[in-house]
């Protein structure tokens, strides 16, 4: 009789132990069908292209969260699944020319085809008069490449001039990170820089190569309704206009004030650049309405067993474009590539939680709104944080995940930052996957996506995905396919899920190897560093003492 109840309570044992529901990784309910059903029905036209502040986000979050719900996740905001995210939504007109008044003679630039501009400022009217017209570089100021463009130039009632990217960027010194595009290159650093030297303001040049889009996108964006938080103060402390000139128009600018584009930018990459005012005065008006709306993100948590004060962050925005212009007679911009893949990743990584012991440190899986106005849910989280950022350990985030199937490698975006490269590495390679480094480092997209306002408190980060090496093309063919993407299929109505054509098993093999970081690091007592030259370095250190 004994024997016979040992044998049963042995076979029960085995059950359990081996019950996927009970496995610690949780691998084994990652599944592709789960995540077809998400992209699916995210990307349908019935979304209407997941714009915020639109009928459908409220479909979009319901739908998020009640995923969350059946999942197993408690709401993660004081016994809600939302945080609500208060936006000021502007819309802008612009004057039909931006007027340049140049030794050469009066030069013209027509809205949209030569010029853009826009500002968060809460007036009605603003009007650069004459304003004087300051070449400053780059516009940067880092302390720890000896730079300032301004060199405490009085740019008060001024407009600045500046390239985009940094001084890096096509030399051969690797001044700065070479073609690796710091945060100084990025444009809302730029706009952010010339407020607090006190410019008016703010004109960048606008170059494929270095800003990582064509004019397209700047133009199409023109006079679109714009978003932001919404601000304590009116944006006051902001340039009164921020935009961007093409090149061409750049071209005959400088030419007016007798130098060549090209010197002009041979002049801005040395290292003791000093600020030019040039002999030219810009003159243009903008009239903008103001309304102040709430979004929403969505948040789900598993707490953590041992230390529940600490948390592993995944994030994943939910919005797009909505409807917008109409191209070859469809006008939904469906965003299934982006977002609707990396939400499916990551509600399915959240199921892989659910099926395993409950972590150490919580968990937080965090769909953030209006990620395409200029990550504006992440940055109001990072700001109004659940957990405070000294207590959170690492943000995994993606972001354009491709339906190619499997990937043989695995691309840091940001790689070389921190030591959370050496957890992707140990995963992948338990895949048999290689790292890869970002094929673009110069578009700087470790800066444009929703760990970033984590990475500025300075929170270790992750921005990976299969990429570069697809196994069903090879390499050469894979990034082929991903160039013609970005020049017809990224932010078009083009954006859509084929489930006869497109392969999800890549996107089901980064969500098991992403779930097993984030476990690693959830079952862990480690505190993830930043590398020595990272540029964040300082601001962990800050917020850990």
């Known amino acids: 009789m004994r024997v016979e109840i040992f044998l049963i309570l042995l076979s029960a044992i085995l059950v359990f132990s081996c019950s996927p ?11 592709y069908k789960n995540i077809e059903k998400h992209i699916a029905e995210l990307s349908s ?12 986000e409220g479909i979009t979050v319901d739908y998020i969260a009640a995923q969350m719900k059946e999942i197993g996740l408690e709401p993660a905001d004081s016994g809600k699944y939302f945080q609500e995210v208060p936006l000021l939504a502007v819309s802008s007109k612009i004057s ?54 301004f060199q405490g130039m009085d740019l008060k009632g001024k407009t600045i001039l500046v390239f985009v990217n940094d001084p890096g960027y096509g030399t051969s010194d690797a001044y700065f990170k070479g073609n690796t595009m710091t ?21 960048i040049i606008h170059e494929t190569g ?31 206009f921020e935009g961007w000139i093409s090149q061409t128009a750049a071209e005959q600018l400088f030419s007016s004030c007798g130098m060549s584009f090209d010197m002009a930018k041979k002049m801005a990459i040395q290292k003791d650049f000093k600020p030019i005012t040039l002999p030219v005065k810009v003159s243009g008006w903008m009239k903008s309405t103001f309304e102040t709306k709430a ?36 006008s939904i911009y469906n965003g299934a590539t ?22 150490e440190r919580s968990v937080l899986f965090l769909s953030v709104t209006s990620e395409e106005s200029g990550l504006l849910g992440s940055s109001y989280y990072a700001e109004h944080p659940f957990f405070p950022m000294a207590k959170t350990v690492a943000c995994i985030n993606t972001d354009v995940m491709m339906f190619l199937g499997k990937f043989k490698d695995v691309m840091l975006t940001g790689s070389g930052q921190s030591e959370l490269d050496e957890w992707v590495r140990k995963e992948a390679e338990k ?23 984590f990475v500025k408190k300075g929170v270790p980060a992750i921005y990976a995905k299969g990429y570069t090496d697809a196994e069903k093309y090879g390499k050469a063919e894979t990034m082929k396919i991903v160039d013609r993407y970005w020049k017809e299929t990224y932010h078009s109505p083009f954006d859509e899920y084929h489930p006869a054509t497109d392969d999800l098993n890549g996107i089901v093999e980064d969500a098991k190897l992403l779930y097993h970081v984030g476990a690693d690091l959830a079952n862990s007592e480690a505190w993830p560093a930043w590398n020595a030259d990272s540029e964040f370095k300082s601001a962990r250190e800050i917020s850990r003492k």
């Open 45 to 56: 036209d019935r979304y209407q292209g997941r714009m915020p502040l639109t009928a459908s």
């Open 431 to 453: 895949q048999g996957r290689y790292i890869a480094p970002d094929p673009n480092p110069e578009n700087g997209m470790y800066f444009r996506s929703d760990q970033f306002p």
């Open 183 to 203: 945060y100084y290159g990025r444009w809302t650093y730029k706009f952010e820089e010339a407020a607090r030297r006190g410019a008016k303001g703010c004109l």
């Open 96 to 149: 039909n020319t931006l007027d340049f008044d140049t030794p050469k003679g009066k030069l013209k630039f027509d809205k949209l085809v030569d010029y853009v501009t826009f500002s968060r400022r809460m007036d009605a009217e603003q009007t650069l008069d004459q304003s004087e017209l300051v070449f400053a570089g780059f516009g940067i100021t880092a302390p720890e490449y000896a730079r300032d463009d």
């Open 295 to 330: 979004s929403r993100n969505v948040c789900g948590l598993i707490r953590g067993s041992k230390y529940p004060d600490e948390v592993v962050v995944y994030t994943a925005h939910w919005d797009h474009l909505g409807v917008g212009k109409k191209v070859k007679n469809d």
């Open 21 to 31: 529901a009970t496995k610690k990784d949780g691998e084994a309910v990652i599944e």
């Open 338 to 359: 982006d977002n609707a893949s990396a939400v499916a990743w990551m509600l399915e990584i959240a199921r892989g939680f659910k099926a395993g012991l409950p972590p």
């Open 210 to 240: 270095p800003a990582g889009y064509p004019w397209q996108v700047v133009s199409n964006n023109g006079e679109s309704t714009k978003l932001y938080l919404k601000p304590d103060n009116g944006y006051q402390d902001r340039c009164s």
